[in-house]
């Protein structure tokens, strides 16, 4: 038992040292940061959406923004598409799971919004088909990925890929990313600083 705990440990410390030793995951998360920013600033929205802990992560980025992440500021747009049962089961039973977040997007968003699909395998379809639909609206579009990007990184304006195979160290690398993302954003509507 106490191996598998520090085994864990080990693996994601790995992991977070590697991405912070590599320039490439540094710009992408800036990127990213300044995409979301750069939409802000012109009255846009944020979208997110993920399936399963992704899920509960696309909710958690929305609370962040929406209330507060560390200081009191002024609420900034942002909407998890994985919370709404009564869209989410009406659109998966009368017509497709694959396109429940593909039909939010449709009815949300609009051009110069902005995306985040959240996957660690980057192959679940009903978020492709959301990326799609958003590319296709003029909306930018984010994928926060694992392993290798799958299938949805040919698809995505911005990718950042946490280079791992296991979903459970991806989710915790997941979770440092978009709090750090969320802190840039908060800072850029609080203090007027720039990300250069």
């Known amino acids: 038992m106490k191996e598998t705990i520090k085994n864990n440990f080990k693996t994601t410390i790995e992991l977070l040292e590697k991405m912070y030793s590599d320039e490439n995951h540094t710009d992408s998360i800036k990127n990213a940061a300044k995409t979301i920013i750069e939409s802000y600033n012109s009255g846009k929205k944020l979208l997110i959406a993920g399936n399963g802990g992704s899920a509960a992560d696309a909710q958690h980025i929305a609370g962040e923004l929406v209330n507060r992440f560390y200081k009191n500021r002024k609420a900034l747009s942002a909407i998890s598409l994985t919370t709404d049962t009564t869209v989410l089961t009406s659109w998966a ?101 720039k990300i250069t």
């Open 93 to 193: 039973n009368d017509k497709h799971f694959d396109n429940v977040f593909e039909r939010q997007i449709e009815a949300h968003g609009r051009e110069g919004d902005v995306f985040l699909a959240i996957t660690t395998s980057g192959n679940s379809k009903n978020l492709i088909h959301a990326v799609k639909k958003a590319n296709e609206l003029g909306m930018q579009t984010i994928g926060l990925l694992g392993n290798k990007g799958g299938e949805i990184k040919e698809f995505c304006k911005h990718t950042i890929i946490v280079p791992h195979t296991d979903t459970a160290r991806i989710q915790e690398a997941h979770h440092v990313i978009y709090h750090t993302i969320c802190e840039l954003v908060e800072k850029e509507f609080l203090d007027d600083v």
